[in-house]
T-cell receptor, first 114, second 114 residues
Framework: QQQVKQSPQSLIVQKGGISIINCAYE??????FPWYQQFPGKGPALLIA?????SEKKEGRFTISFNKSAKQFSLHIMDSQPGDSATYFC?????????????FGKGITLSVRP | DVKVTQSSRYLVKRTGEKVFLECVQD?????MFWYRQDPGLGLRLIYF???????EKGDIPEGYSVSREKKERFSLILESASTNQTSMYLC?????????????FGNGTRLTVT
């Protein structure tokens, strides 16, 4: 079964708008939630991450919101720019040790129209 | 900057051939991973390794094997390539120092099996 589910499957946003990507997880043992960003022709790269002891984390225009009771977390991109057009993956892992492995969602393609 | 280098950007092989995908990282990372990326399926973990000469199966190991003879090099082997192994293959590495250090991905090898 899919342990990390993303929605929507694709997203088109106008420049300057807010992009919101949602992620739901099933395993309550997960306690680390990163988002990865992938541009065409490149490998994914870590964008921002959160642990469940906080409800929100902000880095520049990117914010993760976390709802532990609902087992959901989301990525908000404020003032979206055409350069944000990419594929976004949410992921989750357990902090069982230094070598925990990530479970990824299926990814969503964001297109920001100029 | 961490660099993960995959030996081939594009590869075309015939059904039944033995295929080697090579990955080298230059940051002395302990952990190395092989993922495949398919549209609508996201990133799926094939194999990973936490140390030289050790390996662990990921979520979809069937039809694949790996080799890690040196710390910086992790090879993915398709013993007898099949058309359903046509995909984008991504190698990644991470450090064991500290919890949940980020994955650093290569730019991928697009393998076509005909």
């Amino acid at each position: 079964q899919q342990q990390v589910k993303q929605s929507p499957q694709s997203l088109i946003v106008q420049k300057g708008g807010i992009s919101i990507i949602n992620c739901a997880y099933e395993n309550t043992a997960f306690d680390y939630f990163p988002w990865y960003q992938q541009f065409p022709g490149k490998g994914p790269a870590l964008l921002i991450a959160i642990r469940p002891d906080v409800s929100e984390k902000k880095e520049g225009r990117f914010t993760i919101s976390f709802n532990k009771s609902a087992k959901q977390f989301s990525l908000h991109i404020m003032d979206s720019q055409p350069g944000d057009s990419a594929t976004y993956f949410c992921a989750a892992s357990m902090l069982t040790g230094a070598n925990s492995k990530l479970t990824f969602g299926k990814g969503i393609t964001l297109s920001v129209r100029p | 900057d961490v660099k993960v280098t995959q030996s081939s950007r594009y590869l075309v092989k015939r059904t039944g051939e033995k295929v080697f995908l090579e990955c080298v990282q230059d940051m002395d990372h302990e952990n190395m991973f092989w993922y495949r990326q398919d549209p609508g399926l996201g990133l799926r973990l094939i194999y990973f390794s936490y140390d030289v000469k050790m390996k662990e199966k990921g979520d979809i190991p069937e039809g694949y094997s790996v080799s890690r003879e040196k710390k910086e090099r992790f090879s993915l082997i398709l013993e007898s390539a099949s058309t359903n192994q046509t995909s984008m293959y991504l190698c990644a590495s991470s450090s064991s120092r500290g919890y949940n250090s980020p994955l650093h991905f290569g730019n991928g090898t697009r393998l076509t099996v005909t």
